[in-house]
Structures are given as C-alpha cells and as structure tokens.
C-alpha cells in the first residue's frame, strides 16, 4: 500500500524567500514520486517528478526536490519565492519501475501564499 | 500536442436532473482516470480505466455515478438524478503505459446543482 503526507496544508513565504514544501511517502516498493501544482480555476501540471535516476530533480519555474530513500521525503524546495509562485501543490507516489501502471495516490494538497 | 479536453467547463443544473461530463483524453493514452475535487474532501479518485476497461471504481460515491468508456478516445462521467452536494469541480486525466505514471490532467468541469 502507498500513502502520501504533505506536512503543512498552509504556507505563506515572502517574495524572495525559500519555498519549501514538505513530503513524506510510503511504499512497499521503489516508488515513482510526483510534484503538481493547481492554480486557481485550473486542473493540475506537472512539476516534476522522480523515476528512480537522479535523487535531485529539477523541475519547471526553478522548483526541484530531492528525493531521500533514508526519510521516506521528497520534499519541494525553491530558492526565491515570486507571486506567480502562489498555488496549490500537491505531492504524489505511485509504484515504480515493474510494479503496476495505474493511479497516483496524492497527498492532500498545500497551498503556497507568496506576500510581496 | 491537444491535451485532455473536457466538457462543459461549467454547468448549473438544479437537483434531480442527470449530468454528463465528457472527456476526451490525449491521443495514445491506455489509462484514463476521473477525479473529484471539493474544499471539503480534497482530490478524490472515482473511477479508471485501461485499454477503454474499468480497472477500479472503488471511488465512486454510489449508484447515482457511472462511467463509460465507449472507445479510446472518449470517455463520460454521469450523475443521475444530481443533488447539490454532487457540486465539485471533476478532472478527467490520461496516462500512456511505460511513460512513468505521469498523469495528465484536464482543465476541469465545474458543476453546481442547485
């Protein structure tokens, strides 16, 4: 069974700031990891995502995460937040490499503030 | 590349009527999902299909929901008769096999029953 955990439903940062938006997973097999983001009114993109090559993964607009097998996390970081930046953000894991295609399990979302 | 095309964007329909939601997913992809989002309950999975087959439906509330999938490229959510706490925003979503489970999302049918 695989389950998601984003710590923090809310966080607010200021312009500038570092983003950092925690996850934890579990996984009885080697997960595949997934970053998304929802801006108001629209469905969910793709940020980036982790298929057990490089442990950091870069993603669009300057995110990335690090994915560490040791805490169960693959939490998002940002160096400098900006107002564009404001959204929701929700993790995901399914099974990896071998193990069944299908559905992702998503955590329940944090939604990101960005103050000027 | 289109993506995954969805309609309506919105629809008002008062209590005990049916709805139909349609999606198409992007060409070439095996799996197609539908999920459910509320400020209440978050992103709720419903129902997916592989190769045009329900795989899962565990999510879906109760007998008042089906889906079909008739072909590759069409699938429709249907809610018969509506009530008011179906009001959500519905995603449909398309993945291709052997492309690491990446998921692509439509913009959403935004349903009020009234």
């Known amino acids: 069974a695989q389950s998601v955990t984003q710590l923090g439903s809310h966080v607010s940062v200021s312009e500038g700031a570092l983003v950092l938006l925690r996850c934890n997973y579990s996984?009885?097999?080697?997960?595949?990891l997934f970053w998304y983001v929802q801006y108001p009114n629209q469905g969910l993109q793709l940020l980036l995502k982790?298929?057990?090559?490089?442990?950091l993964v870069k993603g669009i607009n300057g995110f990335e995460a690090e994915f560490k097998k040791s805490e169960t996390s693959f939490h998002l970081t940002k160096p400098s937040a900006h107002m564009s930046d404001a959204a929701e953000y929700f993790c995901?894991?399914?099974?990896?490499?071998?193990?069944?295609?299908?559905?992702?399990?998503f955590g329940k979302g944090t939604k990101l503030s960005v103050k000027p | 590349d289109a993506g995954v095309i969805q309609s309506p964007r919105h629809e008002v329909t008062e209590m005990g009527q049916e709805v139909t939601l349609r999606c198409k997913p992007i060409?070439?992809?095996?799996?197609l999902f539908w999920y459910r989002q509320t400020m209440m309950r978050g992103l709720e999975l419903l129902i997916y299909f592989n190769n045009n087959v329900p795989i899962d439906d565990s999510g879906m509330p109760e007998d008042r929901f089906s889906a079909k999938m008739p072909n590759a490229s069409f699938s429709t959510l249907k809610i018969q008769p509506s009530e008011p706490r179906d009001s959500a925003v519905y995603f449909c979503a398309s993945s291709q096999t052997g492309t690491g489970n990446t998921i692509y999302f439509g913009e959403g049918s935004w349903l009020t029953v009234v």
């Open positions: 996984s009885s097999v080697p997960p595949y």
């Open positions: 060409s070439g992809h095996d799996y």
């Open positions: 995901a894991v399914s099974e990896g490499y071998g193990g069944s295609q299908g559905n992702l399990i």
């Open positions: 982790y298929t057990s090559a490089a442990t």
